[in-house]
């Protein structure tokens, strides 16, 4: 309960202080993040870190 509580506040302080804009930045950071964790110990690793 508290991961989504934790969200509605994220949300509810964007849309207070009309920050909006951050959205696109913050989702695009934790799917990067999702990636980098997922990819660690499988056998797409090598080609991931070519991207970067």
Not at 28 to 33: A, E, P, Y
Not at 38 to 49: H, K, M, R, T, V
Request: hydrophobic share 65%.
């Amino acid at each position: 309960m508290t991961g989504l509580s934790l969200i509605h506040e994220f949300w509810l302080f964007l849309r207070q202080n009309k920050k909006l804009w951050l959205l696109p930045i913050v989702i695009v950071l934790l799917l990067l993040g999702a990636l980098l964790i997922f990819a660690q110990g499988s056998a797409l690793a090598p080609f991931i870190y070519t991207i970067f």
